[in-house]
């Protein structure tokens, strides 16, 4: 089992940054990918970026120049840094990690991250 639990997820002004933070326990293997998805109000979740354990990272279209993901093996995290936020970056984040041959994933429980224009 893994576990994995976000961070810093809040209200910010159109423009503005924020930085998320997850870390993750338990099993994990080394072989894996780390990523964000978000899931705004009425539309299906969508992958925002992932990074592999070779540091290998894909990040989506709509959000290609204003985040970065970036990650930290000795502590388990992935980061996600988001500028010149819009209000349609407003959703609900998770912290999502792929391992292993079959790709078995597990889900962190999300943050809110909200943009007021």
């Known amino acids: 089992q893994v576990q994995l639990v976000e961070f810093g997820g809040g209200l910010v002004q159109a423009g503005g940054s924020l930085r998320l933070s997850c870390v993750a326990s338990?099993?994990?293997?080394?072989?894996?990918?780390m990523g964000w998805y978000r899931q705004a109000p009425g539309k299906q979740r969508e992958l925002v970026a992932a990074?592999?354990?070779?540091?290998?990272?894909n990040v989506a279209d709509s959000v290609k120049g204003r985040f970065t993901i970036s990650r930290d093996d000795a502590k388990n995290r992935v980061y996600l840094q988001m500028n010149s936020l819009k209000s349609e970056d407003t959703a609900v984040y998770y912290c999502?990690?792929?391992?292993?041959?079959?790709?078995?994933?597990?889900w962190g429980q999300g943050t809110q991250v909200t943009v007021s224009s």
């Open positions: 338990g099993s994990i293997l080394s072989t894996n990918t």
């Open positions: 999502n990690i792929k391992m292993g041959r079959y790709g078995v994933e597990y």
């Open positions: 990074i592999t354990s070779s540091s290998i990272a």
